[in-house]
């Protein structure tokens, strides 16, 4: 009867200990599931010398191509897709960069090129210079393109979430700088060149120009919504560039006036292009991150990337949020197709709010 007893005893704290430990697994499964994940890719405009190696649309086609199939074919695709600026060459005047956009949006609705069009990802598109500027030879400087923002809104308005919460002035300016929420994550869409007039006596206005204040107070306003776990910027402009700010053309001039706040609110990353390289940084040693993701296919001379790819970020139920860098080495000629190279991961991290673990070897 003892012994009976005591089997019994066993028996129940052997099952008790099983299903602990099932449940235990099974909740650490779930707090690694992925939530949300997004990509991002900038810079995949052909170089100016290569001009009839593209189409219309003046885009490195096949990187572009590339890397919306490998971004399709994922079994876990992300649930968004920013295309950060430079999608086509433009800086030249209106009619140009309308010709260009228009073929850019056609080549991305034919699914035989681009399956992401009907892959059930959301494409989120934003401006960079090459939309925004234009290229004055007697100065050999780029300025705010009277009109860009008008073209760019009548082609690529569709690309821009419905639920966008607007700049509530100056509409027609500032239109393609926007925020929206997905499953907690807030993002913070800024056109880093957004136009402005020439200021009194001055024959052209400036790049690099944000609507700073609603920004600002956007960045601050999500940071505190209870309905928002994680806040991260986007832009085409980086602001910290090979290990220092840079507020010239190759950087963000009205970097100075948006970074405090991601600082202070805590926002996760700023997400950029422009360069055409792949950096990341923690520019005050912790916090907030910045990440130049401008290695979409874009080349010229000595700015050259190491590698085109594109990088995502994978949100899990835990907290964790995951950065990987995916790319292949570049082809020969270098606005070709290069099969042959494997896509590879070039930079892995989980973007935690400490210092880096594993700081990635900028160049």
Known sequence: MIRSVLFLLLAGSLLTSCTSQKKSKQTNNRSETISLS?????CNRIAYSDRSKSNSS???VPALRRIFRE???MKRKPDLLFFTGDMVLGEKDTAALSTQLSAWVEQYKDADFSPVAKSGIEFVALPGNHEMLFYDEATSGEYPLRGATEIWLKHMTAY?????NKVPYDALVNGAT???VRDSVAFVVMNTDTYN???PGKQFGKEGKVPAQWINSEIARLASSPAV???FAVGHRPYYVDGAYDTLHGGFPDGPKVWPAMLENHVVALLTAHQHKYQRWQPQGKGTYEIIAGQGGTYSGKDTPEFYGYSLINIYRNGRIELLTKGWDLPNPTWGSAPQNPTTTRD???LSPQTNANPYSNK
């Open 178 to 180: 926007f925020s929206f």
């Open 348 to 350: 892995s991290t989980t």
């Open 197 to 199: 007039e020439p200021a």
């Open 71 to 73: 971004l399709s074919a």
């Open 160 to 164: 821009m979430p419905a639920d966008r």
């Open 58 to 60: 003046k885009a490195n």
């Open 38 to 42: 997004f990509a991002f890719i900038g």
């Open 229 to 231: 776990r994680h806040v």
